[in-house]
Structure formats: structure tokens, C-alpha cells
């Protein structure tokens, strides 16, 4: 930044509010149900007039099933104090609940009757043992010692601390018997599998080199103290960490070969095959600096090959304060673009992947698609490629908040911190021929009443509708729930891509699913992986079933095996199991 479960009818909407939206095609509805599931979690960064720089950073969520009964429980990270202070009556904000701050864990008690779903958040954090008491950030949401049950990563401004899933309801910190406690400023990571062995790695992405005693007042242009911009401070080295299988990790960094490159002051991270390779690469989004590809060479080495592939900078030659990523097949060719958040005065930035077998390559498509008026004035953060009107066709959601009074509203008495700004959604629609375009979803479709500093977007499917549903983390304010009430007559499908546990089934992570169709093109999906900012989501993945029939399912794994199964039952979520399906040996087919 600069300066297997079953799905069920739509719940009844009577005892909602709903945020109504006229798109292209058909209406886009979301319902605010903060409130009615329970969800009162508040964050809260001790800002105490200091103005010090993480204050304005965190936080993000993660959406995920730590019980496995089927259902998307919700994790939320918290902030603390900072400075020498020797209370929190420092604050400028009071903080009015149980001392010391924490993380909290919320448990989805979903109610399904009589073709209802009704979402009940149950705050659990006192009985599940979790006392993340850090500076929090961001959260991964996967199962990291192979036992059939989800951990959690929490990333902070410190000590990143591993929250070990027991399977009765309880965590147990494992942080250094699994060497994950990373002491740097950690905001994001992604738990993928980097070296193809079946168990999931942990690519950590850290910021700057801050600490109190190397904090700074900044000015603005005006002479007025202000937040800093990232280049008052160096960059934070990331970290490659490799699991053995049992949830202990070894530090890979220099063997994968991550020094190689100048760090970045990295703030985002998704783990994906951009380059068709069937092997699992990194991309990075960095603040004020060129954005890093990762691109996985198969034996152990990550090559950084951003500017090459032309995803490093923008089209004008410029890096961009890039926070938010997030990946998605938005023009239907089969593969996997990227969408980048920014700065105000900055265009969020759509690379297009026009990737061919041995040679990467990305083409800034921002302002051809329409994404580039409609960004200027926002400082974006959370991002997702998402389906949110229900037509097959991926749309995009951003969250938005300034970091800078500079990029913000005058300072006034009234409001000494006028840093909110209107989320934003982008709808994907044709544009004539084969060619696509987003239009801007008129404004409230992702608002309150009320006005936050939105940072962190989190997404899945809270109440097994077969649609997207949305949950918005506000730095120093409340944490949102958007139910998604898209009415479209067309059915749904879900699957669930898994892989062998100790003990059941854990879910993948970065793998491609596509859906095989009728005289039309496969759909793509991305399933786990990463992105968004400092957020986790949902790693099943929900298809519309309208228009062509579904003939397959096809599932790349991360370490390139490919199977196939037939189509699933509509209305339910299917789990894929790797081993189970067809295998098929792309190479072969695509053999001349």
C-alpha cells in the first residue's frame, strides 16, 4: 500500500434486509445477516495517535470446517496494542471486552429445516483452547499434519503461532515443536503442496522490517503527520517452509533458491499452475514493488520470473501497491488470470493469461476490460473472482479502505480518522463477439449503512446454498456476513477435492477443477490456494448447472496427477477423492 453435504433452498428472506442490485442480466441480492447469525466479533487496532504503520494493516478471517460436520465455521484475527503504553486506556478507540484482545473462533451451527437454511454463529474461542493473544494479520485454514482435521496459521506483526486441530473441539499450540514460528511481520501465506509429496508446505509472505524503536513520522505533502508509505521502511524477506508429512516443517528458503530475487514488502500471496505446467507455482503481491512468479521447476527450485512473464508490473512499466490477488478463468480459455488490488490513484489490474506450453505470459487487460475508471479513486485490499449472479461466468469483488489521511477525507475533529471508503463489485458481461467486460455493480451491493475501513474478504458457501457467500473483516470495525440471495432458476452442483488422511479426509489445496460441458467450453475453477488479502476461503467449489449439460469433472492435483469423474448430483456438495476418479495422462493427450 502507498502512504458432503447437501444444499437446500433459498432461506426466506422476511427477516432480512436485503441490498438489492440490477446488473446486466439478472438481480444480485445480498442479505446482511451480521446480526441474525450471531456474529458479533469487533476488531480493534489500538491506535493510540502514534500513528504507527501496522495500525492500519490487518485484519483478515478464514472461513473453514474445523468440526467436519459439513459446514463453514469462521475464524477471525485480532489486533492488540502497540507501544510502550502501560494500559489501553491509551487508545483512541476504548476496547470493551475481556482483556487481553484475541482471535476468536465462531462455530456454524447451521439450522436445515423445511427447505430452510438458517446460519447460527456460535462464538467457541473459550472451549476450543485458542489464546492468539498476537498483533494478528492474516490465517491459514488447512490441515498441516495429515490427521483428517483442519489447523490454523495465524500470521502476525511477531511470532506466527500454529494452532494444531485435536478433533474434539480443542487446539493445542504446536508453533515450535512444527517450526512455524516465523518472528517477522507476517501478513499472508499460502499452505499448498510446492514439492508434489502429497502434504501441504508453507509459503509465508512477510512485509517490512518494522519494529517501535524504528518507527517513523511521516508527513504528507502538506507538512501533516500522516501514516508511512512502505518505502520508509525495508522490505521483509517471505519464507518457504516444507512439511515431512507429520506437521513438522523445515526451512527450504535458500534451497528453493527465494533469495534470488530482491524481496518484496509482500502482502498477498495465492498458490496456482499459472503456466500450464501441471506444477504448483506462487504468485506475490508486493507493495510498491515488482509482484513475483514463482514458477515451480519440478525439482525443489521456484524461479522468479514476474517480469519476464509480464506479470511484475503494470502496463506502463510501473510496480503498483499491490495488497489483495486473486485468480480466476474470468474470459473462459481455460486457464487461470490474475486480478491485483492497489492504491488510490491506482487502477486495480487484470492480467490476462495468455500462458502457451513453455513460454509464461500475462497482458495487463485492465482498462480494455473496464476495470480501470472504477478503480482510480479506491484503495483496495480483500479481492475474489467470484460467480456472484449465478451465470457461470466469474465476477469480482474488492473491499476497500485508505491507509493514508492523504488518500482518505479531510481530518476533522468529528472524524480524526476518515479512512472508510464504499466497497466495491464488478459484474462480468459479454462484450460483443467472444469478448468479455465488467461493469460496476451499482453502489451498496457489499455496503452497510455505515461506512468501515474494510481489509479482509473471506468467501465460501456459509449456508450450503450452492452459491457464494461473502465475509468482510473492517480494520477497527465490525466483521460483516453477506448472504448471497441470488434468485436464478438454474440448479447448482458442489464438489469437494480431497485427498487421504491418517484419518478420514483432508481438503486440497490449489488444485484446478474443471467442468466439462456440452458443446461449450470447460468451466475453471481454482480450489484453495490462497489469495485475497490475509484471508482464508472455502475450499469446495459450488457450479451453476443451467444451459449445456455437464459431461465430466476433471481434478489437477498439485503435484500434476489428473482425474476425471462423471457428473455429479445436483443440490450437494461431492467429495473428489485423489485416487479414486479416472486418472488421465495429459502429456499423452496433448502428444502430437
Sequence with gaps: MRS???????????????????????????????????????????????????????????????????????????????????????????????????????????????????????????????????????????????????????????????????????????????????????????????????????????????????????????????????????????????????????????????????????????????????????????????????????????????????????????????????????????????????FHRETNTLYRNDSKRGAVQFRDRTNATGLGRPSWDATSFGTAFVDLDKDGWLDLAAVNGAVTFAAGRPRTEDDPFPLDQPNQAFLNVTAGGDGRQFEPAPAGLLDAETPFVSRGLATGDVDNDGDTDLVITNNNGPARLLLNRTDRDADWFGVAPLLDASRGHRPASGVTVRVHRTGAPPLVRLAGGGGSYASWGDPRVAIPSGGPGIDRIEVQWADGTIEEWPAPPPRAYTPLVRGTGERRDEREEDAP
Design 4 to 342: 458432503s453435504c447437501t444444499g437446500l433452498a433459498l432461506a426466506s428472506l422476511a427477516t432480512f434486509s436485503p441490498i438489492t442490485v440490477l446488473g446486466s442480466a439478472d438481480e444480485v441480492l445480498f442479505t446482511d445477516a451480521t446480526k441474525s447469525a450471531g456474529l458479533d466479533f469487533e476488531h480493534w487496532n489500538g491506535m493510540s495517535g502514534h500513528l504507527y504503520y501496522p495500525e492500519v494493516v490487518g485484519a483478515g478471517a478464514a472461513l473453514f470446517d474445523y468440526d467436519n460436520d459439513g459446514d463453514l465455521d469462521l475464524y477471525l484475527v485480532q489486533g492488540n496494542l502497540l507501544g510502550n503504553e502501560a494500559d489501553r486506556s491509551s487508545a483512541t478507540k476504548a476496547w470493551t471486552g475481556d482483556w487481553p484482545p484475541r482471535d476468536r473462533l465462531y462455530r456454524n451451527d447451521l439450522d436445515l429445516r423445511d427447505d430452510r437454511a438458517t446460519v447460527r454463529f456460535v462464538d467457541v474461542t473459550e472451549e476450543s483452547g485458542i489464546a492468539a493473544t498476537g498483533y494478528g494479520m492474516g490465517v491459514v485454514a488447512a490441515d498441516l499434519d495429515n490427521d483428517g482435521w483442519v489447523d490454523l496459521y495465524v500470521l502476525n506483526l511477531g511470532a506466527n503461532q500454529l494452532w494444531r486441530n485435536e478433533g474434539d473441539g480443542t487446539f493445542s499450540d504446536r508453533t515450535e515443536a512444527s517450526g512455524t514460528g516465523d518472528p517477522r511481520w507476517s501478513v499472508a501465506a499460502a499452505a499448498a503442496d510446492y514439492d508434489g509429496d502429497l502434504d501441504l508446505d508453507l509459503f509465508i509472505v512477510n512485509y517490512l522490517d518494522f519494529s517501535l524503536a524504528s518507527h517513523k513520522t511521516c508527513l504528507t505533502e502538506r507538512g501533516e503527520v500522516d501514516y508511512c508509505l512502505p518505502s520508509a521502511y525495508q522490505p521483509a524477506p517471505d519464507g518457504l517452509l516444507v512439511n515431512d508429512g507429520s506437521g513438522r516443517f523445515e526451512d527450504a528458503t535458500v534451497r528453493a533458491g527465494l533469495t534470488t530475487a530482491r524481496p518484496g514488502n509482500g502482502l498477498g500471496i495465492l498458490a496456482a499452475d499459472l503456466d500450464g505446467d501441471q506444477r504448483l507455482d506462487f504468485y506475490i503481491a508486493n507493495d510498491l514493488m515488482p509482484n513475483h512468479l514463482w514458477l515451480n521447476g519440478g525439482n525443489g527450485q521456484l524461479v522468479e520470473e514476474g517480469l519476464i512473464s509480464g506479470a511484475a508490473l503494470n502496463a506502463d512499466g510501473e510496480a503498483e501497491a499491490s495488497m489483495g490477488v486473486a485468480a480466476g478463468d474470468y474470459d473462459g480459455d481455460g486457464d487461470l488470470d490474475l486480478f491485483l488490488t492497489h
